[in-house]
């Protein structure tokens, strides 16, 4: 299987903050990776796709980049709305895995 | 702007089958891959697995054994069979769309159920 890592695992920021959370693959995944915004008690929601792809009606805040085996979601200015937790997916082999995830707390 | 729902029952004995179904509205479910996707009580996703509308499915191997997706095109619905089931297969259970191009599946899910909580417990 490959591991999705993410970190931070957790981070703290205040409104306004440029956040930047980084998922390492084991192996190569080309830019099959998908970006995942989940609030308490909510179902995910994709934020971005083949890596880099803004979700039709994602703000622009958000934006990915990467492709192999490192990539990155960058949050351009934190907004309150943005406390929540991130995931990364691949799915460029079997099984499609997520990373362990990233809580987005406010300072 | 298609719509998943998730329904089952929210409690299942321990070696029992839990049995969920996922509705799809205001869309079809042809053309597209469908999976389920759960998350432990405050712990992160996993995938279970996901079928094709003309009936291919696909596991996760850590779940193989145990599970069953299947789809009925006529009432728009797909559902996961998951048996012999355990205290770890209590989880929230996410029903999701796949995007597709040209019969393969890509750039993961982009529609979500609400989630159903199911619990394992005698």
């Known amino acids: 299987d490959i591991q999705m890592t993410q970190s931070p695992s957790s981070l703290s920021a205040s409104v306004g903050d440029r956040v930047t959370i980084t998922c390492r693959a084991s192996?190569?995944?080309?830019?099959?990776l998908g970006w995942y915004q989940q609030k308490s008690g909510k179902a995910p929601k994709r934020l971005i796709y083949a890596a880099s792809s803004l979700q039709s009606g994602v703000p622009s805040r958000f934006s990915g980049s990467g492709s192999g085996t490192e990539f990155t979601l960058t949050i351009s200015s934190l907004q309150p709305e943005d406390f929540a937790t991130y995931y990364c997916?691949?799915?460029?082999?079997?099984?499609?895995?997520f990373g362990q995830g990233t809580k987005v707390e406010i300072k | 702007q298609v719509q998943l729902q998730e329904s089952g029952p929210g409690l299942v004995k321990p070696s029992e089958t839990l049995s969920l179904t996922c509705t799809v509205s205001d869309g079809s479910i042809s053309s597209y891959f469908w999976s389920w996707i759960r998350q432990p009580p405050g712990k992160g996703l996993e995938w279970i697995g996901y079928i094709y509308y003309s009936g291919n499915t696909k596991y996760n191997p850590s779940l193989k054994s145990r599970v069953t997706i299947s789809v009925d095109t006529s009432k728009n619905q797909f559902s996961l069979k998951l048996n012999s089931v355990t205290a770890a297969d209590t989880a929230v259970y996410y029903c999701?769309?796949?995007?597709?191009?040209?019969?393969?599946?890509?750039?993961?899910?982009?529609?979500w159920g609400q989630g159903t909580m199911v619990t394992v417990s005698s």
């Open positions: 999701a769309r796949v995007d597709y191009y040209d019969k393969i599946p890509v750039n993961g899910f982009d529609t």
């Open positions: 997916l691949q799915h460029n082999s079997y099984p499609w895995t």
């Open positions: 192996q190569g995944i080309r830019n099959d």
